[in-house]
């Protein structure tokens, strides 16, 4: 009799033990939905099978020690730090952070899916695999936040906020320490693809130099993601006392492009007070364009900045701790 009654709740353990993990724990984050508008996703917590169709995403997991959760990613022209774990053949190809296979992603069965907002246009259909996780900067915030609430929201859902958190501390600290550097100097700020060079403004891209780090914009009110197309007279009229570069072409790998530095070397940008001082800053491509949001991407382009300005990297500081 006493086996009898007991049966009912032996079945009720052996199927509760049965249930995936995901239904018995999940959390609700924040995520943007298809047109860019704020909303929630619930998630299974700490899952152990997610795609990564996103860069930034991929450069927190990375930074946070998650990668072996990685199933599937993105494949393609990366950032180098990100090389040997783009490359990683036991990851599967998932198509790009522009064009997703959805074959491919299924055959991964992920619990999770992450992207950026190349793949906004997406994210219902991505939905219908399983719940999707959409992270992009948000200018008008600015990129520091965007890439704080980045980690918080991967941090949540895998247990690793603290981690995150302590990052960012050492991040504001050295931003704090360009700010005071940066106050009153003028730049202009410029991406170069297919041998232009075009102007950025305080809305977009790069903008983190101006908003955040406190160098003045001489265009800011350029709204453009990929910038306004200038002339090398508009760069000469303004004469910057710096001018950021990032090469777009070298960071998606665009055969046959012409370098940003042999764009830039001419005369008229060779007559402003940046090039005389030898402030004309090629930044770290790869990151800015590609990765911006990410936790190591932040610290890479706190070092870009640190050393426009011939301040002693905060990295560098920390490893000779």
């Given at each position: 009799?006493?086996?009898?009654?007991?049966?009912?709740?032996?079945?009720?353990?052996c199927?509760?033990?049965?249930?995936?993990?995901?239904?018995?724990?999940?959390?609700?984050?924040?995520?943007?939905?298809?047109?860019?508008?704020?909303?929630?996703?619930?998630?299974?917590?700490?899952?152990?099978?997610?795609?990564?169709?996103?860069?930034?995403?991929m450069?927190?997991?990375?930074?946070?020690?998650?990668?072996?959760?990685?199933?599937?990613?993105?494949?393609?022209?990366?950032?180098?730090?990100?090389?040997?774990?783009?490359?990683?053949?036991?990851?599967?190809?998932?198509?790009?952070?522009?064009?997703?296979?959805?074959?491919?992603?299924?055959?991964?069965?992920?619990?999770?899916?992450?992207?950026?907002?190349?793949?906004?246009?997406?994210?219902?259909?991505?939905?219908?695999?399983?719940?999707v996780?959409?992270?992009?900067?948000?200018?008008?915030?600015?990129?520091?936040?965007?890439?704080?609430?980045?980690?918080?929201?991967?941090?949540?859902?895998?247990?690793?906020?603290?981690?995150?958190?302590?990052?960012?501390?050492g991040?504001?600290?050295?931003?704090?320490a360009?700010?005071?550097?940066?106050?009153?100097?003028?730049?202009?700020?410029?991406?170069?693809?297919?041998?232009?060079?075009?102007?950025?403004?305080?809305?977009?891209?790069?903008?983190?130099?101006?908003?955040?780090?406190?160098?003045?914009?001489?265009?800011?009110?350029?709204?453009?993601?990929?910038?306004?197309?200038?002339?090398?007279?508009?760069?000469?009229?303004?004469?910057?006392e710096?001018?950021?570069v990032?090469?777009?072409?070298?960071?998606?790998?665009?055969?046959?492009?012409?370098?940003?530095?042999?764009?830039?070397?001419?005369?008229?940008?060779?007559?402003?007070?940046?090039?005389?001082?030898?402030?004309?800053?090629?930044?770290?491509?790869?990151v800015?364009y590609?990765?911006?949001?990410?936790?190591?991407?932040?610290?890479?382009?706190?070092?870009?900045l640190?050393?426009?300005?011939?301040?002693?990297?905060?990295?560098?500081?920390?490893?000779?701790?």
């Amino acid at each position: 009799m006493r086996l009898v009654k007991m049966l009912p709740a032996l079945a009720a353990l052996c199927t509760a033990l049965s249930l995936p993990a995901a239904l018995a724990d999940e959390i609700e984050v924040f995520t943007l939905d298809s047109a860019l508008k704020p909303t929630t996703v619930t998630v299974p917590e700490n899952p152990q099978r997610v795609a990564v169709l996103d860069y930034a995403v991929m450069d927190i997991m990375q930074g946070l020690g998650l990668e072996d959760r990685i199933a599937a990613s993105a494949k393609g022209a990366c950032p180098s730090y990100l090389t040997d774990l783009v490359q990683n053949d036991k990851i599967l190809n998932a198509g790009t952070v522009k064009q997703v296979s959805l074959e491919r992603l299924m055959e991964a069965e992920p619990e999770v899916i992450f992207i950026g907002g190349r793949l906004a246009s997406q994210y219902d259909k991505l939905s219908e695999i399983a719940p999707v996780v959409q992270l992009s900067v948000n200018y008008e915030d600015g990129t520091l936040q965007s890439a704080e609430n980045f980690a918080k929201v991967i941090g949540q859902i895998f247990d690793k906020e603290a981690q995150a958190d302590e990052r960012f501390a050492g991040y504001k600290a050295r931003l704090e320490a360009i700010k005071e550097k940066a106050a009153g100097k003028t730049a202009m700020l410029g991406l170069v693809t297919a041998g232009s060079f075009h102007v950025l403004g305080d809305h977009a891209r790069l903008s983190f130099i101006t908003k955040a780090a406190g160098f003045k914009n001489l265009s800011p009110d350029v709204s453009a993601t990929h910038g306004a197309d200038s002339s090398f007279e508009l760069i000469s009229k303004l004469n910057p006392e710096y001018i950021f570069v990032l090469d777009r072409d070298s960071a998606i790998a665009r055969p046959g492009s012409k370098l940003a530095q042999d764009v830039m070397d001419n005369d008229l940008v060779n007559s402003t007070q940046a090039a005389k001082e030898g402030h004309i800053i090629y930044i770290n491509s790869g990151v800015w364009y590609l990765a911006e949001g990410g936790l190591q991407a932040m610290d890479y382009m706190l070092q870009d900045l640190e050393r426009a300005l011939h301040i002693q990297s905060g990295a560098e500081e920390q490893a000779g701790q």
